[in-house]
């Protein structure tokens, strides 16, 4: 059974511009969550997605934002990036059956 | 609100020597409780989690943990660590449609 999977691993854009991520979950989870890791406020939660509806959101400003789609995949945007949001992203799925996340190997942005 | 507290940024420890980890937690409802590892520049791996039932809870490549609910406290052990478990670590509480994580701790193994 394959994990989850983000893309791209990798991101370098410039202050100012906007990025999207990808995530597709295992097989058969419906449930897919984003995480924010920094050196300085560790992992941080940004919003979590269920059946295409956004069941709970983090403390981030507007310029973060998600969508789930109908086969579950998930992407997160960021807008008008700044500095500060240099960070890995993680994406995370789980089933109601399974109690624990299941994390991908996350996206490394990186804001110049 | 739910939290979680590791108490130690940083462990250094020879290698085959015994490892606690602290963690402590705040929640005023039933938890479940989580450790995950993560090595450099990759994900979240799930070490072991406490649901219910018996407070001493055996996960994957020797680490054990134990639930008090008395101290709300959720310790990791190794009896014997190995170089490959140099890594971070992260305690967890799983909130509403969410995880709360501690803040991590750096466990360095040393030869």
């Known amino acids: 059974k394959a994990g989850v999977t983000q893309t791209p691993r990798y991101l370098i854009k410039t202050r100012g511009q906007q990025v999207t991520l990808s995530c597709s979950p295992i097989s058969g989870h419906r449930s897919v969550s984003w995480y924010q890791q920094t050196p300085g406020q560790g992992l941080q939660f940004l919003f979590e997605y269920f059946s295409e509806t956004q069941r709970n959101k983090g403390n981030f400003p507007g310029r973060f934002s998600g969508r789930q789609f109908s086969n579950s995949r998930s992407e997160m945007n960021v807008s008008t990036l700044e500095l500060g949001d240099s960070a890995l992203y993680l994406c995370a799925s789980s089933s109601p059956v399974n109690t624990e996340a299941f994390f991908g190997q996350g996206t490394r942005l990186t804001v110049v | 609100a739910q939290s979680v507290t590791q108490l130690d940024s940083q462990v250094p420890v020879f290698e085959e020597a015994p490892v606690e980890l602290r963690c402590n937690y705040s929640s005023s409802v039933s938890v479940y409780l989580f450790w995950y590892v993560q090595y450099p520049n990759q994900g979240l791996q799930l070490l072991l989690k406490?649901?219910?039932?018996?407070?001493l809870v055996k996960g994957i490549n020797g680490f054990e943990a134990e639930f008090n609910k008395s101290q709300t406290s959720f310790h990791l052990r190794k009896p014997s660590v190995h170089i490959s478990d140099t890594a971070e670590y992260f305690c967890a509480v799983r909130g509403t449609y969410k995880y709360i994580f501690g803040t991590g701790t750096r466990l360095k193994v040393l030869a």
């Open positions: 406490y649901l219910s039932g018996s407070t």
